[in-house]
């Protein structure tokens, strides 16, 4: 069964305190170590969206926020354009999950928002397995691996 039409629009302003709590909801289901709270998620947005050029997409159906998208171009000189795009946040709520919605609002935002050829980046922490199979499913492949290592001193005697 097809989910029902899923709508995209521009976020404004005024959608930033749902964005927040939305945002909010995807680092505790990504098991991010993000501690940001739900007013420091909303200064943020405004800061990406007002001096970062981010672009930040909500996904709506039946006038519903049910999900929403953040991205943007930044350069790359291994691609012809000289850019990519970097999709560095993509959550459906959890009520809507497992129907279709994030599938055909990736494929909205892909066909509202990007031209043909434009290479796509994203990232998937490893505490979020759901997240890397759904990304797999889309068409996504692995083309690095981040590592990292909290530093710390041997005690010397």
């Known amino acids: 069964m097809l989910p ?10 005024e959608d ?6 939305l945002n909010r909801e995807l680092i505790e289901d990504e098991k991010h170590r993000n501690p940001m709270t739900v007013p420091e998620l909303k200064e943020r947005f405004l800061r990406l969206v007002n001096c970062e050029n981010w672009m930040v997409d909500l996904f709506s159906q039946n006038g519903e926020i049910v999900g929403f998208a953040t991205h943007r171009f930044e350069p790359d000189n291994a691609e012809p354009s000289g850019e990519r795009i970097y999709l560095r946040q993509f959550y459906i709520s959890r009520q809507h999950r497992r129907s279709g919605i994030g599938r055909s609002a990736l494929e909205l935002l892909i066909q509202s928002r990007f031209n043909d050829n434009e290479r796509i980046f994203l990232e998937v922490v490893e505490t979020n397995p ?3 199979a759904f990304w797999s499913r889309m068409g996504f ?3 690095s691996t981040i590592m990292e290592r909290v530093a710390e001193k041997s005690a010397t005697k």
Request: proline share 5%; charged share 30%.
């Open 4 to 13: 029902e039409t899923i709508e995209i629009r521009r976020a404004t302003a």
């Open 16 to 21: 930033f305190d749902k964005l927040a709590m």
């Open 130 to 132: 759901g997240g890397k």
């Open 141 to 143: 492949v692995p083309y």
